[in-house]
């Protein structure tokens, strides 16, 4: 038994939630906290794990931040339900809890795209997702939420699997909703949108994610990811700029 907890958050996740329990069924303990699921997956959670809790929508970190309070070991491992911990990465975890000289992991995440996960030479995002309990938090964000761990941090060989971006639907659909919680967040914050901006962040958005990042690696899936990361990183900023020309109607 791995002496670490998981916390997964989740809602309406029946086609992945086996998938990532059953890659941390030999951990001590996995706190599920559900914000209201329709279809099967308290269901499926019930069968690995009696720690199960309603907590309604407070937002990606606020929602991680109370699931992680709820965790009762010191070493804590945070994972999506749609995501899967691999073998090699589950030795290493094992590996820090016995050796106890560091305070977390930096973890490669890489995403199922159209049917394949990204050739390994591929520059990945990194997550730090497993940590001590005691000296991390979540800054308080809309989106692409974080957290921030005070100690040392080695980087990981092992890998997370993500699963959650099946098809080019469900791309596109993360893609809007992302970026308009991040325009929020922005104009929150008295950001402004420029034309400079406009013009130049679906190029060079392009160029890290298919040049920089080895995007172009994974052939054409690597190419309508990049073109998909761009229009993200455009839609971001001409969200802002419609917020911006609403609040100055007012």
Request: proline content about 1%.
């Amino acid at each position: 038994m791995i002496k670490a907890s998981v916390y997964i958050i989740c809602k309406n996740e029946e086609k992945h939630i086996k998938r990532v329990l059953e890659s941390v069924k030999d951990f001590d303990e996995i706190v599920v906290v559900d914000s209201g699921s329709t279809d099967n997956t308290l269901n499926i959670a019930k069968e690995y794990t009696n720690k199960i809790f309603h907590q309604d929508w407070l937002g990606f970190a606020k929602q991680k931040e109370y699931a992680k309070s709820l965790c009762q070991n010191e070493w804590v491992l945070n994972l999506d339900a749609d995501e899967q911990l691999t073998e090699e990465l589950k030795k290493e975890i094992e590996k820090v809890i016995e050796e106890n000289k560091i305070d977390g992991l930096d973890i490669k995440i890489s995403s199922q795209f159209l049917g394949k996960f990204n050739s390994e030479k591929s520059k990945f995002n990194r997550r730090i997702r497993f940590f001590r309990k005691s000296v991390g938090h979540y800054p308080d964000k809309l989106v692409h939420e974080s957290i921030l761990v005070k100690g040392k941090i080695n980087k990981a060989n092992g890998f997370i699997y993500d699963y959650g971006t099946m098809d080019l639907k469900t791309h596109l659909s993360k893609i809007n909703e992302y970026s308009s919680l991040r325009a929020d967040e922005k104009f929150a914050k008295n950001k402004k949108a420029s034309f400079a901006k406009l013009l130049f962040v679906f190029p060079l958005s392009f160029f890290k994610s298919f040049i920089i990042k080895r995007g172009f690696l994974n052939g054409m899936r690597g190419f309508i990811a990049a073109m998909n990361n761009s229009f993200y990183a455009f839609l971001k900023e001409a969200k802002l700029y419609e917020l911006n020309n609403k609040s100055e109607e007012k």
